[in-house]
């Protein structure tokens, strides 16, 4: 199974701040990585998809980087609105998993 | 309009047997996939496993012989069953749909809003 390391576990952040979360996968995903956002007592919400790919209505702030086994997602000046926890995904090959999460929080 | 729909129980005892239906609307089960993903509290997303739409199931190995997925097109319902409850199977769990491009990489787009299920001993 594909092991993907997220870090770091929680960030605190000020708002406006420009913040990078990281996803490093345990073998080749190619750009088959996606990232989602879940707020409590909601469902995942799809942030970014192949990596990079943005997503309709989400708001531009986010954006996504990488291949192979290293990823990231950005958020140029973050809004209160954005804390919640961050998770990605691999979608290349069966189990699909997912990383243990980044929680935003306020610092 | 996508949209997905768990129903299931609030409560289950030890060893007993969890069955959910996902009641989907907006696609056609024989078109687009479904697949289960749960939550325990305060924890990650697990893939538990899919229906696709061709009518064949795939599994996570974690959940070895306990988990089984079947499907009633007519009715655009996924159901899911897992034997042999555990305490450590309290979590909520979701249907969802998932989407990719030729070659592969699925990424769900759509989910249920999941239900919560509490194993009691």
């Known amino acids: 199974d594909v092991v993907l390391t997220q870090s770091p576990a929680t960030l605190s952040v000020t708002p406006g701040e420009r913040i990078s979360l990281s996803c490093r996968a345990s073998?080749?995903?190619?750009?088959?990585l996606h990232w989602y956002q879940q707020k409590p007592n909601e469902s995942p919400r799809l942030l970014i998809k192949?990596?990079?790919q943005s997503i309709s209505g989400i708001p531009s702030r986010f954006s996504g980087s990488g291949s192979g086994t290293d990823f990231t997602l950005s958020i140029n000046g973050v809004e209160l609105e954005d804390l919640s926890i961050y998770y990605c995904?691999?979608?290349?090959?069966?189990?699909?998993?997912f990383g243990s999460g980044t929680k935003l929080e306020i610092k | 309009q996508v949209q997905l729909k768990e129903t299931g129980p609030d409560l289950v005892q030890l060893t007993q047997t969890l069955s959910i239906t996902c009641t989907v609307s907006?696609?056609?089960?024989?078109?687009?996939?479904v697949h289960w993903v749960r939550q325990p509290p305060g924890k990650g997303l697990e893939w538990m496993g899919a229906?696709?739409?061709?009518?064949?199931?795939d599994y996570n190995s974690a959940f070895k012989s306990r988990l089984s997925i079947s499907r009633d097109t007519s009715k655009s319902q996924v159901f899911l069953k897992m034997n042999s409850l555990q305490t450590d199977d309290t979590a909520k769990y979701f249907c969802?749909?998932?989407?990719?491009?030729?070659?592969?990489?699925?990424?769900?787009?759509?989910w249920g809003q999941g239900v919560m299920v509490t194993v009691s001993s």
């Open positions: 073998e080749s995903v190619d750009t088959y």
């Open positions: 969802a749909r998932p989407s990719h491009r030729r070659g592969g990489g699925y990424y769900f787009d759509y």
């Open positions: 192949y990596a990079s």
């Open positions: 995904q691999q979608g290349n090959s069966l189990p699909f998993t």
């Open positions: 907006g696609f056609s089960l024989t078109t687009y996939n």
């Open positions: 229906m696709w739409n061709g009518g064949g199931t």
